[in-house]
């Protein structure tokens, strides 16, 4: 079990906890849109709707891992890897998969993955990474696109401070190190009320004019629908007209990989000893090039698809796992590649979910397992 963590005893506050409140909590911090299309990170077993009994967190959901879980009465484990990738058809305990699925379900055990979405945020797998490393004015190395929309309104002069403040609050209007960001122009709005109409200013069947502001905020797409509820519950209109715009901006505070800087610059072999030290295992590198680093792009798990970034970032060396022979040829001496194994390089990932959970509710009680699931050994 990694140091510093202890498993402490289950209170009645915190037995009184549904799944689904743990749930919520762990989505509010990475958004379940934010997963890859190929992964299947949430609930993947389990009623949400039971109260908690008791948290196991782990790296991946094995069947020793579900048998620690009901030794230890938790019905809630909490996995970065989602057991199941893809669907199953039979559940028959022919592989290991169906075999820790049968066991789960057998004892009522509620499986919940965070995987890619846990990636994906500036505060997750790679930031921890990065933390242990101690680099600083870390950055996203490449931010997803396709993940802002900008949302049009149109509101009452004398409301319009008050729809703004309910959007803000909702999560709209924020941009880098900034919120509470719009931009507002004054004009004319025009609508005619009929029979059925109940209108906020004006006669029924006379055109009224009414001076507007046209409110404009940038909104995730996670945030969407909470704004949504914001503006229509603020907005005095019966009818509330609003535009959505898919943005092609890249969100600069989500996405793949980070890249940061050290203080001051660290001899290259010094730096690769430190990287042993830090995430065991066995660092995999290549042709010791330069002689100092300053500059480091990371990735947690496989993340060789993140090496032209890495380049392009003017980063000396990309720490990372997975990368094929053929693929450390790839780095033409631009960069020094250091790959120390998937394991190794999200093992942290356990006291990042419970340093947050314990962070975000009060009396929180949850176990990081003791077992190790890395499947690669090292003589």
Sequence with gaps: M???????????????????????????WAAPSLQESYDNSGLITGNSQQECT?????????????????????????AHHPIVFSGLKRLTGATYIERTIILAIQNNIAIYAIHTNLDNIHTGVSMEMAN?????????????????????????????????????EAG?????????CSFQTAGTGTFRANESANPFSGQIGIRNNEAEIRLEVIVPTWQQNAVLQALKSSHPYEE????????????????SGMMGEFQEPINTLELLKRIKEVFGGVVRYTTINKESIKRLALCGGSGSFLLKDAIRSGAELFLSADFKYH???DSEDKIIIA?????????????????YLNQNISNFAGCLTTISTNPIHYL
């Excluded at 950055?139 to 149109?154: D, S």
């Excluded at 709209?172 to 509470?180: H, V």
């Excluded at 007209?241 to 600069?252: C, F, G, M, P, R």
């Design 2 to 28: 990694p140091p510093n963590v202890q498993n402490p005893t289950f209170d009645a506050s915190y037995r009184n906890m549904k799944i689904q409140e743990i749930i919520s909590v762990l989505e509010k």
């Design 54 to 78: 008791g948290t196991l967190i782990c790296l991946d959901s094995t069947e020793a891992v579900v048998q620690e879980a009901i030794q230890k009465g938790c019905n809630l484990i909490i």
């Design 132 to 168: 242990r490393l101690g680099l600083s004015n870390l950055q996203i190395l490449q931010p997803k696109k396709g993940l802002l929309h900008k949302l049009i309104t149109f509101v009452p002069e004398a409301y319009s401070a008050k729809v703004s403040q309910a959007l803000f």
């Design 172 to 180: 709209a209007g924020n941009i880098g190190n900034y919120d509470e």
């Design 240 to 255: 509330v007209a609003y535009d959505w715009i898919s943005l092609e901006n890249s969100l600069q505070s989500t996405g």
């Design 327 to 329: 693929q450390f040829f």
């Design 339 to 355: 790959d120390i194994g998937h394991f190794e390089s999200e093992q942290f990932t356990m006291e990042l979910i419970h340093r």
